[in-house]
């Protein structure tokens, strides 16, 4: 009586849509230096094309759980789709960055509900057995389009101009409507839950308000000794208590957060969340302190990036089969000791550095990533019983943007911070070298932060087991 599925093309359809749709978290992290030079910005403003992007995300999410049980498959797929391709060319056209910070905005709606809809899609299809391998393949999409962004960035914007940093994205949307049209099939059943209107606003409030409340912190001058921001996180953190105690008390909550009472779930997560930040951070400030003290061109910072942006995209699908046949013990646990040594060596990082170990730093961050990050994801997953996917998706997806906004925020704010008190303390002429050992403190500052995080993601690590679902049973699969 099951329904046996096209599951390749499935696959396939999906890795075309989330390709670019994923792409687009970082393609334009190369080109803010351009943008504030077109529009007149500064960097705590033009941070808000990343971090806004992740904010509507990390708002939609939740509402993805809902949305999954509503609507099929391919009424998700394409709709989300469409969404993104209207975006995309709203920012093509964008004659200020009010508009264009519109269209990226919308293409952040199309984004944030559609690797949901995947995610939740691909743990139906496939048996835990394969799931490293299959969350490995479609993890070339999740971790080589971001890490390839900034490539892609410098090179597009110093041949051509910013806006074909979406005119190119389009032609490929509208493609994968139509590819999707054609091929993608419904996975899973409708059930329509009922939807509670209190915890979207509770979680709407408490996701925006954390996030909006760390990049304005990283705007103002107080930083965050501002009273204005911490009512605003204090509301925020207010709101999400209140929304998880209310989901505790529903029948259908909006997102079931009981899944954190499995322990490879938490702690999956969590390790999954801090990656996230470092890695979204540094895919920030690394092409900043490229392209200001240490002189290369947007172009020049691109390339120097591709070495680890390839060996990311390129290493998921390997991690995933490793995964299916170590564990993840043998992957997150030395990933994570890597990434406590790349801190290191940020947190001294200099204008004199030699070009290769920067190339080579990278290079293992990304390696790093590689290894704990669709690892610990899928480990997290693989222990939920399947009533719980789209809650452990939609709450994974959640987080994600959410890392990514808080990393980009907190570390643009300590960086900046670390900027104004080493100017503060010159009493000579701010000369152009000036300004770059104040960058240089900031970065310095920033990453040491980094390290704490990364030496908190290996404890973690030494208590991840390899996680297997209580409801589960090989012989239930086909």
Known sequence: MEKHYNRKIILVTFMIGAFFAVL??????????????????????????????MLVMGVLMPVSALLIQWFTTRQMFIGVMTVFLAGTIIAASAFNFPMLLTGRMIQAVGTGLLI????????????PEVRGRIMGTFGLVIMFAPAIGPT?????????DWRWLFITVIPFALFSILFAIKYLENVGEVTRPKADVLSIVLSSIGIGGIVYGFSSAG??????????????????????????????KLE?????????????????ITIFVIVIMAMFASEIVMPMYLQGPLGFSAKTAGLLLLPGALLNGLMSPVMGTLFDKFGPRKLIIPGTLVLVGVMIFFSNIGPSI???????AYVLLMLAVSAVLMPSQTNALNELPKHLYPHGTAIANTLQPIGGALGVSIFVSIMSQGERS?????????????MDQAMTAGV???????????????????????????????????
């Open 252 to 268: 259908e909550p909006l997102l079931d957060v009981r899944v954190f009472t499995y322990k490879s779930y938490a702690r999956g």
């Open 116 to 127: 949901p809809v995947i995610m939740n899609a691909l743990l139906l299809l496939y048996e």
């Open 422 to 434: 080493y100017l503060n303390n010159v009493s000579g002429e701010v000369t152009g070298e000036v």
């Open 24 to 53: 687009n978290e970082t393609l334009l992290n190369i080109a803010l230096t351009e943008l504030m030079e077109v529009f007149g910005l500064e960097a705590p403003t033009v941070q808000w094309m990343a971090t806004g992007f």
């Open 444 to 478: 310095h500052q920033a990453y040491w932060f980094a390290l704490g995080l990364a030496v908190l993601t290996f404890i973690v690590s030494l208590f991840i087991r390899k996680a297997v679902a209580p409801d589960y049973s090989p012989e239930q699969q086909s």
């Open 152 to 160: 892609l960035s410098g090179v597009i914007v110093d041949v051509l």
């Open 219 to 248: 705007e103002s001058g107080e930083g965050f000794s501002s009273v204005n921001i911490l009512i605003i996180l204090g509301v925020a953190f207010l709101s999400l208590i209140l929304f998880v105690l209310r989901q505790l």
């Open 354 to 360: 030699p070009v290769w170990s920067f190339i080579l």
